[in-house]
Structures are given as C-alpha cells and as structure tokens.
C-alpha cells in the first residue's frame, strides 16, 4: 500500500479527536476511525462519534456504520481500514486514523498474529464464555490453563477467548507462541500518541461526561438498550450505558451515575495509557 498514513492513538477524551479534523483540514486528508465502539450508529453519543458538522466538514470512515447485533472483530477492521485507506490514496488524500482501540492500532501497523484457529472451536467458546454469566467460568479455565495471559487480559473478555483458543489448539500458552512476533510497522505511518497529564486527563473526562450526559446520552442509552443492546456480541461493553441503565432502574441519583461514569472512564483510560506506551515505541509523544 503505498502513500503516507497518519496514525492518532491515545487515551479516551486526550484530544484526539480535535487533533485529526486539524491534521485532516491541514493535509487534504480524511479520518478513519480506531474506536471498535464508534462503529455502532446507535450510540454515537456515548461514543462521541463526529458530529454532522464535523462529518460535513472531513469525510469520516468506519463510524455509525455497525447494527447492535453484528460483532466487531480486529480482523473486520483491519480489511475495512486497509480498504479505506487505498480508496483516500488512489484519490489522492491523506488517510489519518484516528482512534484509542490499541488492539486494533496495533493489529493494523503491525500485522495479525498468526496464531491457528478454528471457528467451530471459537464459536463454542463464544457461546460459552462470551457473556457476563460466563466471565466467571472463563477466568476459571485461564487460571487453570494458562494463569500468564489471564494475569495479561484479564480485563478483555475477547482476547482471554481468543488465548484460550489457541491454547486448546497448540497446548501452548499464546505469550510463548507471540515471543517471536513481528516488530516492523506495516505501512509508511507517522504515529503519534496523545498522553496528557492524569489530573488533566481526569478532568477532560469529568467535563466530556457532563456535556454527553447534558445532550441526550440518556435518552441515547435507553433506545439502545431497548433494541437489544445488552443482548448484542460486542456493542454491550461500550462505557457508561450499564450505568445509565442502573440510573433508569432508579437504583441512585443523576449526580452519582456522573460520578459513575466518570470513574469507569477514567480506569479505561489508565488502561489504554499503560498499553499504548508497552505496545507502541514508535509514537511520537504529545502531552499537551
């Protein structure tokens, strides 16, 4: 693939957003998004899709473009990326993806692991495990069957699954088989990384919140949630709408859900900043 990306990581509400509509006015260039929850049209409020006038703007890729019942895959977006960013090349524009899922950055520049799989196997451990009921049995097996990764992913149900996969496939744990990944980027990509200060940060996601809550999260949530979206493979992790839906359950107050949201965003974005400064050396660091 020829022609120069631009690549925006960072945690969530760090600016990057603001900094690719810039980067794309600047550089001809259009945004492609790296946000595995921007994908659903149902809940661009709480994913803090760009706004119509953004969109009017700078064309945006590989938002709203998701029903809540289809599942979002890091091989799906890799095929979708890498098809939006040769469609912005052959029309000679700049393609800037922008975005704070790391797992998808990195699959993206770095390439897929190569590790076997089997989709009779995958598909019945998604239905056994990939549910909040079969969280519990799934940390169970990991610990019993490979307690490094668990320790490394405990906290991303998807990717326990995929390394309990490959190790009733291989009998390997898949850190072992991963050693020997590849280290060179992919494509001809300038990465930088967003990394405000904590109290900075905290407060970026304190007043995002507030305004989210402010412009209709609420009702946004409770359509969702009323088309399925506890049920859906994937859109149910999105941040926030278990706590809207305790708030809609009356189980505590407007200013407690605040606090809520606020405190499960910014343990995200904690875990976002410890993955992208381990997986990510070639970012170019921006604080401010």
């Known amino acids: ?157 998807r990717r326990l699954i995929r390394a309990l996969e490959v190790r009733l496939i291989t009998g390997e744990s898949i850190l072992t088989l991963q050693s020997g990944k590849n280290t060179t980027l992919r494509y001809d990509a300038e990465v930088f990384r967003l990394d405000p200060e904590a109290d900075e940060l905290k407060q970026r996601i304190n007043s995002r919140a507030a305004k989210m809550l402010d412009n209709g999260w609420i009702e946004e949530a409770e359509q969702a949630i009323a088309h399925g979206l506890f049920t859906s493979p994937t859109a149910h992790q999105a941040l926030g709408y278990k706590q809207i839906a305790a708030y809609l359950n009356g189980e505590f107050d407007r200013e407690t859900l605040l606090a809520k949201i606020c405190t499960a965003t910014w343990q995200y974005a904690r875990r976002q900043r410890t993955w992208f400064r381990h997986q990510h050396p070639e970012a170019r660091i921006i604080s401010r």
């Not at 120069?4 to 900094?19: F, N, R, Y």
């Not at 994913?47 to 998701?66: K, M, N, V, Y």
């Not at 909040?132 to 069957?145: D, F, K, N, S, V």
């Open 1 to 157: 693939m020829s022609g120069k990306i631009i690549v925006i990581m960072g945690p969530t509400a760090s600016g990057k957003s603001a900094l690719a509509l810039r980067l794309a006015q600047e550089q001809n260039g259009e945004i492609i998004s790296a946000d595995s929850m921007q994908l659903y049209r149902e809940l661009p409020i709480g994913t803090a899709q760009p706004s119509a006038a953004e969109r009017a703007l700078i064309p945006h890729h590989l938002t709203g473009i998701f029903e809540l019942s289809e599942r979002a895959e890091v091989f799906r977006f890799c095929e979708m990326a890498a098809a939006a960013v040769q469609d912005i090349h052959r029309r000679g524009r700049t393609a800037i993806i922008c975005g704070g899922t790391g797992l998808y950055l990195k699959a993206f520049l770095y390439g897929l692991d190569d590790m076997p799989a089997d989709r009779r196997l995958r598909k019945e451990l998604d239905e056994k495990y990939d549910s909040e009921a079969g969280e519990a049995l799934l940390a169970a097996e990991m610990l019993r069957l490979d307690p490094a990764a668990y320790e490394k992913w405990k906290l991303c149900r």
